[in-house]
């Protein structure tokens, strides 16, 4: 759980924790087609991942409330690089292997109510925390990942997170991108 302090002049104190049963859901409004699947997961995705150990769902709410804010939902996955180890260059980045551990961020939504307030980034931050602190020093975790709508290619910038730079993967509606955690 982590514990934040806001700015404004109310003094509210706002945690992140796991999801939990007892958690407002149904409260959490995202509207628009294209966050129906962000809206579905929360109400019947999320906490049969969280049983199950598939998935971690995060909530960020005021302390000592059940409404979700927003939530960001972190698995583990993996950066696959097809060609030739030696032949392939990202910037500043050589690839020597196949493959590289990362964690994902699955999904990460902010309550149309809280839009405007930089609870995405703080959710970002949360994630990336989580594998720098917890992740890379036990089990090795080289990159952070996601598949970003297009709408939110910006946002994910902005956090750091770089777009892989190929016509296949720009030409997806949810572009692959990744940071190097080191």
Do not use: W
């Not at 104190?13 to 087609?33: H, Q, T, W, Y």
């Not at 016509?167 to 572009?175: F, G, I, K, M, T």
């Amino acid at each position: 759980m982590a514990n934040l302090s806001t700015s404004d002049s109310l003094d509210i104190e706002l945690v992140i924790r796991s999801i939990e049963p007892g958690d407002n859901i149904s409260g959490f409004v995202l509207a628009g087609k294209t966050n129906r699947p962000l809206k579905q997961f929360l109400r019947k995705e999320a906490s049969h991942l969280e049983t199950n150990s598939l998935a971690r769902t995060y909530v960020l709410s005021e302390e000592r409330s059940s409404d979700i804010m927003a939530f960001v939902t972190l698995i583990v996955g993996d950066v696959q690089v097809f060609k030739a180890p030696d032949a392939v260059h990202d910037g500043d980045f050589r690839f020597r292997y196949p493959s590289y551990p990362a964690i994902k961020v699955a999904r990460l939504a902010v309550s149309d109510r809280h839009q405007g307030k930089r609870l995405g980034k703080v959710m970002i931050d949360f994630a990336l925390g989580v594998a720098k602190e917890y992740i890379c020093p036990r089990v090795g975790c080289r990159f952070a990942t996601v598949d970003a709508k297009k709408q939110s290619v910006a946002f994910y910038e902005k956090c750091g997170f770089r777009l892989l730079d190929t016509p296949e993967n720009l030409a997806l509606d949810e572009p692959f991108m990744f940071m190097d955690l080191r």
